[in-house]
């Protein structure tokens, strides 16, 4: 799938809060639909026009008033230029609140400061692809840089992988937040009840390319991740090189012993999949998972069949329950549920069931 | 829902799986929240809580942009501006927003704001500032 340069040049509208570079910004010769902004013009009233934006490039980190940013407006992809000269202790002081501890899977950060990168990357859970690496200085130069960095990715062709995890909607930051509000507790619930020190092992079934590593703290938990598609996987490692990601073979027998995982999920996988794949993978998930442990699946339960990109099978709540019940022959027991509506969209779509293995440990 | 691949639902159907949903979630709900759940008072009233919260963003932002400016070197040689610095830059924030300690905390931003909006309007390049639409925007809504 490739987009045409009209498609471009309509999606492509880049906002550069240039701050008090402003000046020097606006006679960079940016892309078409690229519009820079001066300090005066983002005080909070004036931050609607995010709305509007498909990215945010904040060059003058200082001046930006994050705080006044709505949850909504949150939701625009940002590209955050760190200021040169700075220390990480300094600017994990004074941004992390504002903006580098709210920064995710979405967003961007551009640095020409390897070390800077790798130790906020650390700190932050960053994925290594989230890196813009500058080759410049001047801030007309890093807005013209990284617009056109811009420019070329929204004009190239979409891999199948990139298709299935950024674009399944047109708000990909908007959905994962909206997914993540909702998983966030219930991530903190399946740990809560084990102390600090003992080792929580939490595996992601159809991992994609890693978008929910960064919500498992590696500090105390160990995550495993597990995908069709060696592509995916391969990115996967690359982005977070701490993170351990196996294959799933055809057959959709899990590479793992019986009762492994305190923590077993899935996020947007199993509508991609026939009933008897679903009931295989449900099974699975069941087996791999310690008794007392949790199972969590978060899907859509309102949905037309489709095949662009990839095959969509609907299924409904009820139709779903069944199929786990069957799946685990009844050993599990319903800890959590709640509907999901995602922006701008007329339905409550999304679902989000965390369940209970019950039964007595077969492996001591 | 059958084993049937070939499955494809139109409006009503797609209407009826989102009734579904939703009844269950009414139920699950309904299971687990015997009560209902009990709402946390709080004396003081949304409003003010809210124009608090903007004053600690505008305390904060102007600090930021104080010492990204020229004279922010000039500004962190004075104790008193280091200890604005160090107290709403530096450290984390209080979390929870209704907690009285939370409250006073957001009081005591109010109160550092509108005294840092006073020096900085009676030192000498207070008329410099004054020019500034934002700087006279503050001034007008917290003095």
Same mark, same amino acid.
């Given at each position: 799938?490739?987009?045409?340069s009209?498609?471009?040049?309509?999606?492509?509208?880049?906002?550069?809060?240039?701050?008090?570079?402003?000046?020097?910004?606006?006679?960079?010769?940016?892309?078409?639909?690229?519009? =820079?902004? @001066? %300090?005066?013009?983002?005080?909070? #009233?004036q931050l $609607?026009?995010?709305?509007? +934006?498909?990215?945010?490039?904040?060059?003058?980190?200082?001046?930006f008033?994050?705080?006044?940013?709505?949850?909504?407006?949150?939701?625009?992809?940002?590209?955050?230029?760190?200021?040169s000269?700075?220390?990480?202790?300094?600017l994990?002081a004074?941004?992390?609140?504002?903006?580098?501890?709210?920064?995710?899977?979405?967003?961007?950060?551009?640095?020409?400061?390897?070390?800077?990168w790798?130790?906020?990357?650390?700190?932050?859970?960053?994925a290594?692809?989230?890196r813009?690496?500058?080759?410049?200085?001047?801030?007309?130069?890093?807005?013209?840089?990284?617009?056109?960095?811009?420019?070329?990715?929204?004009?190239?062709?979409?891999?199948?992988?990139e298709?299935?995890?950024?674009?399944?909607?047109?708000?990909?930051?908007?959905?994962?937040? =909206?997914? @993540? %509000?909702?998983?966030?507790?219930? #991530?903190a619930? $399946?740990?809560?009840?084990? +102390?600090?020190?003992?080792?929580?092992?939490?595996?992601?079934?159809?991992?994609?390319?890693?978008?929910?590593?960064?919500?498992?703290?590696?500090?105390?938990?160990?995550?495993?991740?597990?995908?069709?598609s060696?592509?995916?996987?391969?990115?996967?490692?690359?982005?977070?090189?701490?993170g351990?990601?196996?294959?799933?073979?055809?057959?959709?027998i899990?590479?793992?012993?019986?009762?492994?995982?305190?923590?077993?999920?899935?996020?947007?996988?199993?509508?991609?999949?026939?009933?008897?794949?679903?009931?295989?993978?449900?099974?699975?998930?069941?087996?791999?998972?310690?008794?007392?442990?949790?199972?969590?699946?978060l899907?859509?339960?309102?949905?037309?069949?489709?095949?662009?990109?990839?095959?969509?099978?609907?299924?409904?709540?009820?139709?779903?329950?069944?199929?786990?019940?069957e799946?685990?022959?009844?050993?599990?027991?319903l800890?959590?549920?709640?509907?999901?509506?995602?922006?701008?969209?007329?339905?409550?779509?999304?679902?989000l069931?965390?369940?209970?293995?019950?039964?007595?440990?077969?492996?001591? | 829902?059958?084993?049937?691949?070939?499955?494809?639902?139109?409006?009503?159907?797609?209407?009826r799986?989102?009734?579904?949903?939703?009844?269950?979630?009414?139920?699950?709900?309904?299971?687990?929240?015997?009560?209902?759940?009990?709402?946390?008072?709080?004396?003081?009233?949304?409003?003010?809580?809210?124009y608090?919260?903007?004053?600690?963003?505008?305390?904060?932002?102007l600090?930021?942009?104080?010492?990204?400016?020229?004279?922010?070197p000039?500004?962190?040689?004075?104790?008193?501006f280091?200890?604005?610095?160090?107290?709403?830059?530096?450290?984390?924030?209080?979390?929870?927003?209704?907690?009285?300690?939370?409250?006073?905390?957001?009081?005591?931003?109010?109160?550092?704001?509108?005294?840092?909006?006073?020096r900085?309007?009676?030192?000498?390049?207070?008329?410099?500032?004054?020019?500034?639409?934002a700087?006279?925007?503050?001034?007008q809504?917290?003095?």
């Amino acid at each position: 799938m490739t987009r045409t340069s009209e498609d471009t040049a309509s999606r492509l509208r880049t906002l550069v809060y240039a701050g008090r570079f402003a000046e020097k910004v606006s006679s960079a010769e940016l892309p078409e639909g690229c519009k =820079v902004l @001066s %300090e005066w013009e983002v005080l909070p #009233f004036q931050l $609607a026009a995010l709305k509007r +934006a498909t990215t945010l490039i904040v060059l003058d980190l200082f001046s930006f008033p994050f705080e006044s940013m709505t949850r909504e407006q949150w939701d625009v992809p940002l590209v955050v230029i760190l200021p040169s000269g700075f220390d990480p202790s300094f600017l994990s002081a004074v941004f992390e609140e504002a903006v580098l501890g709210r920064l995710g899977f979405f967003d961007r950060v551009a640095t020409a400061d390897r070390d800077l990168w790798e130790e906020l990357r650390l700190r932050y859970r960053w994925a290594a692809s989230q890196r813009i690496e500058l080759h410049c200085s001047l801030p007309e130069d890093v807005a013209a840089e990284i617009c056109g960095l811009l420019e070329q990715e929204a004009a190239a062709p979409i891999s199948s992988g990139e298709d299935y995890e950024r674009i399944q909607y047109d708000l990909d930051k908007a959905v994962h937040r =909206v997914q @993540s %509000e909702a998983l966030g507790p219930q #991530f903190a619930a $399946a740990r809560g009840v084990l +102390a600090e020190d003992v080792p929580f092992e939490a595996l992601e079934v159809g991992v994609g390319v890693g978008r929910w590593v960064p919500e498992l703290n590696p500090a105390n938990i160990r995550f495993t991740g597990l995908d069709f598609s060696g592509e995916m996987i391969q990115a996967a490692r690359a982005d977070f090189p701490e993170g351990r990601f196996d294959l799933l073979e055809e057959n959709l027998i899990f590479p793992y012993a019986e009762e492994s995982f305190d923590l077993a999920f899935t996020v947007s996988v199993l509508r991609h999949n026939p009933t008897s794949a679903k009931r295989t993978l449900i099974s699975e998930m069941w087996r791999v998972t310690r008794p007392g442990g949790r199972l969590m699946f978060l899907e859509d339960f309102v949905s037309r069949r489709r095949t662009l990109g990839s095959t969509i099978y609907p299924m409904s709540i009820g139709a779903f329950v069944d199929l786990v019940l069957e799946a685990t022959a009844g050993r599990v027991v319903l800890e959590h549920f709640e509907a999901l509506r995602y922006p701008h969209d007329p339905f409550f779509r999304g679902g989000l069931l965390s369940l209970s293995k019950i039964g007595t440990p077969q492996v001591w | 829902m059958p084993d049937n691949e070939f499955y494809a639902p139109d409006d009503i159907d797609l209407l009826r799986m989102e009734n579904e949903l939703l009844a269950f979630e009414v139920r699950f709900l309904k299971a687990r929240l015997g009560q209902p759940a009990k709402i946390p008072g709080s004396s003081t009233s949304l409003n003010r809580l809210a124009y608090l919260e903007e004053a600690e963003r505008d305390l904060t932002l102007l600090l930021r942009r104080l010492l990204g400016s020229p004279l922010g070197p000039v500004l962190r040689r004075s104790k008193s501006f280091r200890t604005l610095e160090q107290k709403y830059l530096h450290s984390p924030r209080l979390p929870g927003s209704s907690s009285p300690e939370r409250l006073a905390y957001l009081e005591e931003a109010e109160r550092d704001l509108i005294l840092l909006l006073r020096r900085m309007s009676s030192m000498p390049f207070g008329r410099v500032l004054r020019r500034r639409k934002a700087f006279r925007t503050l001034q007008q809504r917290y003095l």
